[in-house]
C-alpha cells in the first residue's frame, strides 16, 4: 500500500489511477448509449412518420363516412326512398354527384328488408346475407367495414321520421385511398395489415433486411381501431446501422484525446477536490484552539460545504446550550452574567442605570413534594413564560436554577421604572396558573439590586438582590425588597448555617430533650414528647425555629428526623431496661418522611431494635402539614397506624382541617395548640375555640391534651371542660435525658397545690 502525507497526494493519485478506467467504462457506455439514442430516435421518427399516416388517412376515411351520412340525411335521398315517381327523376343524378372524386366502387340503396331500390353496379348485398347490413339497420347506426375483397365499406342507415327507412351501401377502393394519402420515402417502407394480413404494401421488397416498426393506435383514431388496421413501416438495416458505426469511429477519436488530456489535469482536479476538505481542516483546528472562527462557508457548495454547516450548527448548539437552560429555554446563569456585565460597560460610558431582579417562586418545595417533579417543570415552564411575557422590551429574563429567576431592567431613570416592573411581575401571579387537572395558587418574591447604588460588579449586584429576595420571604412573601447592606449578612449567615447543619448531621451534633406530660387531675406522668436540640459547637444550644425550616427547605429534615427518633427510642429503650415507667414516648413526625417509600421499614426495624412495643410510641403531625395534602396523608397514617404506634394532630385549630379528612384520619389524640391555652380563661374567643375543640374529640373518641399549661387557672380550666392530660411549664419545661430519670425516679405522687 501506498502511504501518503495529505488528503491532497491522495486523491491526486486516485483520480490519475482510475482515470483510465473511468474512460473506458465511459467509452463502452457511451457505445451503449448511442446505440440505444439511435435506435430511440429511429423510433421516434417511425413513430412520427406512422402517425403522420395515420392521420392522413383517418382524415379520409373520416371524410367519406361523413359524406355518406350526409348523404343518407339528404332531403332528396329520403324523399326518393318513400317515392317511387322522385326516385327515378333525381336519385340517379344525386349519387352519380357524390361518387365523384370519392374512388367509389358501387353504391346501393336498399329498404329496411334489404332489397335493392337502387344500385350503381353489379354487387347488391341482400338483407339475409350481411351481417352489417342488419346491424347498421336494426341499431340505426353507420357500420364501417373492409369486406373480403378488401373493399372500405360503408352502411349507413336511411331513416325519416325517426324510423329507419332504408340504408345507402357504398364500397370504397382501399387501395386508392390508401396510395392517395401515401407520403413518399425512397428509403422507408409502408405497409398495413389487418389480421396479420397484409392489405396494402409500398416500397417493401422481400429480400432486403429491414428495422421494422408497428404502429398501434387507439382511441385517437377510431377509425383505424374499428377496422382493425395496424400500420408498419420500417428501414433497411444498413441505412439504420450507419450512425452507429460513425458515431463508434468518433467516440474512439474522442476518448483518445479525452484520456490525453485528463493525465493532464488530473493534477488540477485532485487540488480543486481536496481545497475545500483542507480549508475545512484548518479552520476546525483554529475553533478547537479557542480561535472565534466559523466552518462555513466555503464556497464548494457540496457535502464539505454541508459537513462545514453541520460543525457551525453543533458549534452554536452547543453555544446555546451552554447559555439557555434546558428546561425554559431562557438565558442562563452564564449568559445572564455576560449581559449585566454589557450592561456594566454600557452604563458606565453614559452614567446610567439599570436594575438586577431576583425573584424566587414561593412555597415551590411543597408542588415538587406533593405532586411531583414533571408537575413542578410544567408550572415552572409556565411562569417563565409568564415572566418574559411580563417585562418591558429590551430587559432579559433568565433562569438561575430550580425555581430562581433573574430580571435585567435596563435604562432606569428612576426607582419608580423598577417599581413598575417589579408589580407587574407580581400581578402576573394575582391569577391561578391551570394545566392538566391541576391548579396552583402561586406567589413569588423579588429582591431588588440597583446599579451602581447597589454594586458596580456582577457579583455584588446578584448576591445583593439575591439578600433582598430573602428579605422580602422574611416580611411575609409575595412582595419585593429593595436592597438593604445588612441584608448580605443575614444571606451570609443562612450559607454558613446551612453548611453547618451538614456538618452537624454527619457530627452528631443533635440531642433530645423530653418534656413531659401529665395527668391534669393527680400530675402523675404519663409520657413525654421528644424534641430535639442542636448542641452548636460555636452557639451552644439551639432550638429547633432556628434550623428546622432550613432543614425543611433543604431536605435535610429526613436525615435529622430519623436521627431524632433513634436517640429518642435509645434513651426511652434504657428507662425501660432500668423498671422505670416512662409511659408513651411522643415525637415530631414532618410529612416529608411520609413521602419517604422507606419511612414504614425505618420505623419497624427501630421498634425491633429498640425492643419497644408499638403501642408506647406515638407520633406526632401538625394539622398544617397533613392538609397539605390530605388524601395522601391518610394513605400514609394508615400504613403507619398498621404498625400499632399512635398517632396525634400536633397544633390542632392553627391549621384549616376539614371534618370530613379529620374523620378519616387514624390518629388516636389531638393536641391543643398552645396559642389557645396562654390566654385561658381571660380570653373569650380562646375559651369558646377551646371547648370547642375539646367536645370534637370526644364526639370523635379521640383523646385531648393541652399544650402551654403554665398555670394553675389553665389547669383548672381544662379539668373543667374535660380535658385530663396536658404538659406545660407549670409541670416540667423540656429537660435532657438525665433529668427524665430524675423524675421518673422521684416521687410525682404529691398532689399539686
Known amino acids: 500500500m501506498f502511504k501518503f502525507r495529505s488528503i491532497k497526494q491522495k486523491v491526486i493519485f486516485l483520480v490519475t489511477s482510475q482515470l483510465v478506467l473511468v474512460l473506458v467504462t465511459l467509452l463502452i457506455v457511451s457505445l451503449f448509449l448511442v446505440n440505444k439514442q439511435l435506435g430511440t430516435q429511429t423510433e421516434r421518427l417511425f413513430v412520427s412518420h406512422a402517425s403522420a399516416l395515420n392521420l392522413s388517412i383517418e382524415q379520409r376515411l373520416s371524410y367519406l363516412v ?206 480543486r477536490i481536496t481545497r475545500p476538505i483542507l480549508e475545512l481542516s484548518s479552520r476546525v483546528k483554529q475553533a478547537h484552539e479557542g480561535q472565534d472562527v466559523r466552518c462555513s462557508p466555503l464556497g464548494s457548495g457540496d457535502e464539505v460545504e454541508g459537513l462545514a454547516e453541520a460543525f457551525d450548527k453543533r458549534t452554536l448548539l452547543l453555544e446555546h446550550q451552554a447559555e439557555h437552560d434546558s428546561l425554559t429555554e431562557l438565558p442562563n446563569r452564564v449568559l445572564f452574567i455576560d449581559r449585566v456585565q454589557s450592561a456594566i460597560k454600557l452604563c458606565r460610558r453614559h452614567e446610567g442605570m439599570f436594575a438586577v431582579l431576583f425573584i424566587d417562586l414561593d412555597r415551590f418545595k411543597e408542588v415538587n413534594d406533593s405532586y411531583g417533579h414533571t408537575v413542578g417543570d410544567q408550572l415552572i415552564q409556565i411562569v417563565a413564560e409568564k415572566i418574559e411575557g411580563g417585562i418591558r422590551e429590551g430587559d432579559s429574563v433568565a433562569r438561575m436554577g430550580g425555581d430562581e429567576f433573574t430580571v435585567l431592567v435596563n435604562d432606569v431613570a428612576h426607582e419608580t421604572d423598577v417599581f413598575r416592573v417589579t408589580e407587574k411581575i407580581l400581578a402576573l401571579f394575582e391569577s391561578p396558573i391551570s394545566f392538566d387537572r391541576y391548579t396552583f395558587y402561586l406567589t413569588c418574591s423579588i429582591g431588588v439590586s440597583v446599579y451602581p447604588v447597589d454594586g458596580d460588579d456582577v457579583d455584588t449586584l446578584l448576591k445583593n438582590a439575591d439578600a433582598a429576595m430573602y428579605k422580602a420571604k422574611a416580611d411575609g412573601r409575595n412582595a419585593y425588597r429593595l436592597y438593604k447592606p445588612e441584608l448580605t449578612d443575614i444571606i451570609i449567615e443562612r450559607i454558613k448555617l446551612e453548611q453547618q447543619l451538614r456538618q452537624a448531621i454527619n457530627g452528631h451534633q443533635f440531642v433530645v430533650y423530653f418534656q413531659p406530660q401529665y395527668q391534669l387531675a393527680t400530675a402523675r406522668m404519663i409520657g413525654m414528647e421528644a424534641l430535639i436540640r442542636w448542641q452548636h459547637p460555636d452557639h451552644g444550644l439551639l432550638f429547633p425555629d432556628s434550623f428546622i425550616p432550613l432543614a425543611e427547605e433543604t431536605g435535610m429534615i429526613i436525615d435529622v428526623d430519623r436521627l431524632m427518633m433513634r436517640l429518642a427510642m435509645s434513651e426511652f429503650r434504657a428507662w425501660i431496661v432500668a423498671g422505670l415507667a416512662p409511659g408513651i414516648l411522643s415525637m415530631n413526625l414532618s410529612m416529608i418522611q411520609l413521602d419517604q417509600g422507606d419511612f414504614i421499614e425505618f420505623v419497624k426495624a427501630c421498634l425491633s431494635e429498640y425492643e419497644l412495643d408499638a403501642a408506647t410510641v406515638m407520633f406526632e403531625v401538625t394539622e398544617t402539614q397533613a392538609m397539605l395534602k390530605p388524601e395522601q396523608t391518610v394513605i400514609a397514617l394508615k400504613q403507619l397506624s398498621s404498625l400499632g404506634v399512635g398517632l396525634a394532630i400536633d397544633d390542632f385549630g392553627t391549621g384549616f382541617s376539614s371534618l370530613a379528612y379529620l374523620k378519616k384520619f387514624p390518629v388516636n389524640k389531638i393536641k391543643i395548640d398552645r396559642s389557645f391555652v396562654s390566654d385561658l380563661p381571660d380570653d373569650h374567643d380562646d375559651v369558646e375555640l377551646t371547648r370547642a375543640i375539646i367536645s370534637l374529640s370526644k364526639s370523635l373518641k379521640l383523646d385531648v391534651i393541652a399544650e402551654g399549661v403554665e398555670t394553675e387557672a389553665h389547669r383548672q380550666f381544662l379539668l373543667s371542660n374535660d380535658c385530663h392530660e396536658g404538659q406545660g411549664y407549670l409541670f416540667s419545661k423540656p429537660v435532657a435525658a438525665a433529668q427524665v430519670r430524675l423524675l421518673l425516679e422521684g416521687a410525682m405522687d404529691t398532689a399539686v397545690g
Do not use: C
Not at 80 to 96: M, N, V
Not at 117 to 123: L, T
Not at 243 to 256: D, F, H, I, K, Q
Open 66 to 271: 361523413e359524406n355518406s351520412e350526409l348523404l343518407a340525411t339528404n332531403e332528396l335521398m329520403v324523399n326518393a326512398l318513400i317515392d317511387s315517381e322522385g326516385r327515378e327523376a333525381y336519385l340517379a343524378p344525386l349519387l352519380s354527384n357524390f361518387m365523384k372524386g370519392k374512388d367509389v366502387l358501387y353504391l346501393n340503396v336498399v329498404d329496411f328488408n334489404g332489397y335493392p331500390m337502387f344500385h350503381s353496379g353489379d354487387r347488391v348485398l341482400q338483407y339475409n346475407r350481411s351481417e352489417h347490413l342488419r346491424v347498421a339497420l336494426a341499431l340505426n347506426q353507420t357500420s364501417v367495414f373492409i369486406d373480403d375483397n378488401q373493399v372500405l365499406t360503408v352502411i349507413t342507415p336511411i331513416e325519416y321520421y325517426s324510423t329507419t327507412q332504408g340504408a345507402l351501401i357504398i364500397g370504397f377502393d382501399l387501395d386508392a385511398i390508401l396510395s392517395k394519402n401515401m407520403i413518399s420515402d425512397t428509403q422507408n417502407y409502408i405497409r398495413l395489415l389487418k389480421d396479420n394480413v397484409v392489405i396494402f404494401s409500398d416500397n417493401y421488397h422481400e429480400e432486403i433486411r429491414y428495422r421494422s416498426y408497428l404502429h398501434e393506435v387507439g382511441s385517437e383514431l377510431p377509425y383505424f381501431s374499428q377496422l382493425g388496421i395496424v400500420l408498419e413501416v420500417g428501414l433497411p438495416e444498413v441505412i439504420y446501422n450507419a450512425p452507429v458505426r460513425e458515431a463508434m469511429s468518433v467516440l474512439l477519436t474522442v476518448g483518445v484525446l479525452l484520456l490525453f488530456v485528463s493525465l493532464l489535469i488530473s493534477r488540477w482536479t485532485g487540488i
